[in-house]
């Protein structure tokens, strides 16, 4: 009796597990897709967007997990795409375009596989130097120590490259965002580079306006003439008068399109997914970086100086959007 009771409760047992297993490998049944994120520093409010964005993400393609790692932004996460070592990247659109050109850092090794996912801000590049510096250009850097930005970011290139370019030598300061403001605390350095939440001011330098009277550098017009000779791909924006009590004055400086980006091994089905979420799940990522709430995201992406990836190409036809040939990559099959 023992025995056929066994039999029965074996059996039973091994009849659920089959049903279970069954419905793991059904047809209806999304395989999960794990993706590694490779972002900035920790201290900059680019890294809180992310936080959002696998939210959105998670609304609409649940089977997709994203795994956000701190890097040294643009020139990093390119770096490491190339090595395989993440899946999607943070990227200044300026940094991916001389990237997927070879030009400037990456003259001689093209990486002609990057694609745009999508663009979602523009941000300003704040050049912030104390007050009691006596510095009122950028041509009053000439032998300051000065940060140039996060180490190993597109930023810190281009701001050493555009220094160099107008003749003007610092002493520069390694370091992220929080050794700069630091170091400007306690004297070591007169100022830092970083960018800004579009033109409508910035946390890091409210931060430092608590304990030193600050002061924002911009170009002239004779040195936006020189810059965008030499890097036509460069463009500029203007930091308005008001947006701190005092910056009485409006200063051009250069704007920095900033998006994800992935290369072609992403296939079309995950880059289309992403895409889709971001643009029709924005509220979350407008959660975590409210800047981009009057922000479309159609317009930046569309205004991509790279090629965009596939499954973007895919979802912006789904929705109805032109998409200019310039964008459309060589693999792209409708």
Not at 81 to 99: F, P, R, T
Not at 124 to 153: P, W
Not at 220 to 236: G, S
Request: hydrophobic share 35%; glycine share 8%.
């Amino acid at each position: 009796m023992l025995k056929k009771i066994f039999k029965i409760t074996l059996l039973l047992s091994a009849t659920t597990l089959a049903a279970g297993c069954g419905q793991e490998s059904g047809p209806d049944t999304k395989p999960m897709v794990s993706l590694s994120v490779g972002t900035t520093n920790t201290s900059s409010s680019l890294y809180a967007y992310y936080s959002g964005l696998i939210k959105s993400v998670k609304q609409q393609a649940p089977e997709i997990n994203m795994t956000i790692i701190e890097t040294g932004a643009t020139i990093d996460n390119i770096t490491r795409l190339q090595k395989g070592q993440i899946d999607i990247g943070l990227a200044v659109m300026d940094g991916a375009y001389e990237a997927y050109e070879g030009t400037g850092k990456w003259a001689g090794n093209a990486q002609s596989d990057l694609r745009t996912l999508f663009t979602y801000t523009e941000n300003a590049v704040y050049y912030a130097v104390t007050k009691d510096s006596g510095v009122t250009s950028m041509q009053g850097l000439e032998g300051k120590k000065f940060n140039l930005g996060i180490k190993g970011s597109t930023t810190e290139n281009q701001t050493t490259e555009i220094l160099k370019l107008l003749g003007v030598a610092v002493v520069a300061h390694t370091g992220d965002v929080s050794d700069a403001v630091n170091a400007i605390k306690d004297g070591d350095i007169i100022g830092l580079t970083k960018t800004g939440v579009g033109t409508s001011g910035d946390a890091t330098i409210m931060d430092l306006e608590t304990s030193k009277k600050l002061q924002l550098l911009g170009y002239t017009d004779e040195e936006v003439a020189k810059i965008q000779a030499a890097y036509p791909w460069l463009r500029t924006t203007v930091i308005p008068a008001g947006i701190y009590d005092w910056h009485t004055k409006s200063v051009t400086t250069l704007a920095q399109q900033v998006g994800n980006i992935a290369n072609t091994k992403m296939s079309v089905d995950t880059a289309y997914k992403i895409t889709k979420a971001a643009f029709e799940e924005k509220k979350y990522q407008e959660e975590s970086y409210k800047s981009i709430k009057a922000l479309d995201f159609k317009t930046l992406t569309l205004d991509s100086p790279i090629p965009l990836h596939a499954g973007t190409v895919k979802y912006l036809k789904e929705a109805g959007v032109d998409v200019p040939k310039k964008l459309i990559p060589s693999e792209y099959k409708d």
